[in-house]
């Protein structure tokens, strides 16, 4: 029987293609728009320079300031340059931390966005903008902030070192993964969020072996396009919130913070959502990943590919564990299993230990 559900889809364009950061110009057009600011960071930023000759005049503006979790000043510097430089929508050209720069532009401006990501984030799939003042990380949804085009150009992520790229492709995987349990989780998104698994765990080994396989990084950047859309179109649960605690408390890098986490919150989560760990176990055995259980599949994938399954080898310090897990249980977050302090302290100590999970954990 079918569950009753709502299955909200806010339109974004997806242009998906070898070569496609050409499109970059006439996609830029399509939107209406002549005026673009550009944000690029980081080494990704030598794609931007392929865009700005393209574009030409168009590009009115270039802010390469890029920092994670978008701190409250930079941004605001970044909003100033919108404003006088007269821009009338924003490219953002990189990694999630470009893609959230972008949106801090998008919220308070209203520009649109056309984002061209090189990481396996999916921030640009989602209307979730973030920013972090201090040791406080806000986020909020404004479909502002939701970007009106995407370009996927698998040759952009040729670049991306592998150990970023195995990282970044688990905190793809733990989108899928909250997604299938969402309480906003519809029979369309649930197919989308297992399909996701199957082409990351197909697709991310290949990477980890040659970071320069096209192949693989087309089926990587697929998997990712379907993560980010699964975020942006379900919820996110206890492992989310772990992680968005992780980051904003306690500055630990995103991706490889998903990637420690996310089996032992799977983990926690096995006895609650039956149909979500078949559902991952189905994904990652059809992508070639052989498991029987969806937390031991995650983790044994994770090190498959050389992403972080500790949280120790990411940077959390184990005296932190009791505030990090009042944290999160105050919070509440929306998950299949109740959550509260010895739950997620008991997932923080397991991430910390990076030991393959038992399987089957109640
Ligand atoms: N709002 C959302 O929906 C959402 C979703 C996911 C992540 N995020 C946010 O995004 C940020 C993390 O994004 P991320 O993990 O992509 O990190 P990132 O953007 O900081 O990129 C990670 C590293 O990879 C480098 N890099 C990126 N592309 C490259 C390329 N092609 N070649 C070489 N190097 C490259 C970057 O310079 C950086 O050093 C966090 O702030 C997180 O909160 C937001």
Redesign the pocket.
Known sequence: MVDSFIHDVPAARVVFANGSIAQVGPELDRLGCSRALLVA???????ADRIEADLGPRVVARFSD?V???PVDIAERAVTLARESGADSVIAL???????MA?AIAKETGLPILAV???????E??????MTEGRR?T?GRDLR?LPKTVVYDPE??????AE?SA??GM?AIA?LVEGLYAPGVSPISFLQAREGIRALAAGLPKVADDPTSLDARCDALYGAWLA?WT??TTGMGVHHKIC?TL?GTYDL???PSHSAVIAYATDFNSQHAPDAMAAIVRGLNAGGIACTDAAQGIWDLAVRIGAPVSLAEVGFDAESVDEAAAIVAEAQPVNPRPVDHAGVEGVLRAALAGVRPAGGAQ
């Open positions: 960071g980081g080494p990704e930023a030598q794609f890029v994670m979790h978008v990189g990694g999630g931390s470009s893609t959230g949106k990501p090189t990481t396996y984030a999916g921030s799939m989602t209307s979730i903008w973030g990380k986020t902030v952009l992520t040729i670049s991306l070192p970023i990282a970044s905190n989108h980010g975020l942006g968005h980051g890098p995103h991706a």
